[in-house]
């Protein structure tokens, strides 16, 4: 009985451990996250500069992935190459092992005032940033708490027969602690954590140092396949990072399997042993599988380039590309990913719109059909999005991020409903003018052409309004619904002369004209509610009455 409360005491502070990590990285991501990215897009002009910045960045959040992440985004995104956002990685490797360094000091002392000053500033309602840094340093106390825990508790299971059976058949398979270190890593999303539980072990003698520096090694591989693994269903290209820093560790994994009895010499040298040990083995792993790798980062991204193609076209258009599940752990990088594939919404809206413009000029059923089945990209990719956004804690976002994610949500579901009132109205009110034989006259059609046009022009604008929130571009929008009410108006006027002439033709045309304006006008409504009126609420403004209801 007393060994299992032990152990689940040992598991309570493992839990302690991670969730400790997990608030830090939180806090620093909520307080800084948009800085941080910026800051992370300056610096990746240069390797060396990238390098010291992956380091500095990773130091704040306390976790590679995070920092990897945005630089991934960024590579994928096209906006930097892939060399510097190599260095990134490397340099955020080499933050992490930092971490572990620092906290592998005994620095017990600290956790409850850090914990205490954390909570301080964590009441500071009246500061945001004050708030999400005591979160940090709350995280930071119970990070050197659940250490110190720890290290207490495996004090007794130095003389027990049974961890010495298991640890001694660690011991004689060097490549059972390898992937006991990668799985522990792996299922964590925490090579800080496993690094600093080795620590523990290491400190309170329970296992041997050759051992423990296999355990580290695998947990430092551990962390590089979470990235690749999440990116696997997305853009191809934003494989090629995390498929670089595989392999990288790889090598790194290798190197230290077959060195491992010289290498645990020299840190006995050097007069390290336990922790100490441990956390200067992590720190050169890391330091010197950078430093090899920087010389040569040009080569391996072409043979990254050649090994991972960009796509050439989406062979499944519905599919999404940029909801990367790995990134949710960096809530900037993941919305960041949300948005993009919300614009793709814009695009497949604008394919629909441009395919009913030819269809209703060209008169082509099979074109109305072929255009009302590209609906579906709309639903699966809107579908997509809100189960992504979906799965987010809230209490890991800040105002501003939740303000974004409620603008995608809004931005994609607007779209979808254009879609749908293209697929279930406007075409089929199109197909039913075929079918019917009624040709409008010259005048009705080319209103319907320009008011299509409209239309898609509309969508480009508010796909532009989506990443730019400009408060000008948004009213110039919003007025867009004034045309579209005169044109039915001027519609449903007309209709109403060919009914009372008695032309029966005519009457008829004139109403599935009718019908076909309000169906723009509807598709409109969706589009101005997708994008302008979120940034009108935001700066304040108040829409004129005539303008204010979405579903006009």
Known sequence: MVAILDMLNIAGAVALLLWGTHMVQTGVQRAFGPRLRTFLARTLKNRLAALLAGIGVTTLLQSSTATGLMATAFAADGLVPLVPAMAIMLGANIGTALIVTVLSFNIAILALPLVLLGVLLFRRDTSAMLHDLGRSFIGLGLMILALHQMLTLLQPFEQSRELVTMLGLIATAPLLAIALGA???????????????????????????????????????????????????????????????????????????????????????????????????????????????????????????????????????????????????????????????????????????????????????????????????????????????????????????????????????????????????????????????????????AELVEMLDRLIANTRTAASLFVTEDARIARS????????????????????????????????????????????????SHIVAAAAYPVLDRVGELLPTRLASPAE
């Open 183 to 445: 799985a522990a890593a792996w299922a964590t999303h925490s090579s800080v954590a496993v690094v600093l539980f080795v620590m523990s072990l290491a400190a309170s003698r329970v296992i041997p140092i050759e051992p423990a520096l296999l355990l580290v090694a695998g947990a430092n591989l551990g962390s590089a396949l979470n990235p690749l693994l999440g990116a696997t269903a997305g853009d191809p290209v934003a494989r090629r990072l995390p498929l670089v820093n595989l392999g990288n560790r790889v090598v790194g994994v290798i190197l230290a399997w077959l060195l491992v009895a010289p290498i645990a010499e020299g840190l006995a040298g050097l007069h390290l042993a336990g922790a100490p040990a441990v956390a200067a083995f992590h720190l050169a792993f890391n330091l010197v599988l950078a430093l090899v790798a920087l010389p040569f980062l040009a080569p391996l991204a072409r043979l990254a380039e050649r090994l991972v193609p960009a796509r050439p076209d989406a062979e499944h258009p519905g599919q999404p590309i940029y909801l990367d599940r790995s990134a949710r752990e960096t809530p900037i990088v993941a919305i960041g990913g949300a948005a993009r594939e919300a614009l793709r919404l814009a695009d497949a809206l604008e394919v629909m719109l441009i395919g009913a413009r030819e269809a209703l000029t060209r008169g082509d059923r099979k074109l109305i059909a072929e255009t009302r089945a590209k609906d579906d990209v709309l639903d699966s990719l809107n579908n997509a999005i809100k189960e992504y956004l979906s799965a987010f804690d809230p209490e890991d976002l800040s105002d501003s991020d939740q303000h974004r994610l409620q603008q995608i949500l809004v931005f994609a579901m607007n779209m979808e409903q254009a879609g749908d009132v293209i697929d279930r109205n406007l075409l089929p009110h199109a197909s039913k003018r075929l079918k019917r034989g009624l040709l409008p006259d010259a005048g009705n059609e």
């Open 477 to 524: 929008l919003a007025e867009e619904k004034l045309a579209f009410r005169r044109a039915e108006q001027m519609a449903t006027t007309s209709h109403f002369a060919h009914m009372r002439d008695g032309i029966s033709a005519a009457s008829q045309s004139s109403a599935l004209h009718l019908d076909l304006i309000r169906d723009m006008k509807q598709v409109n």
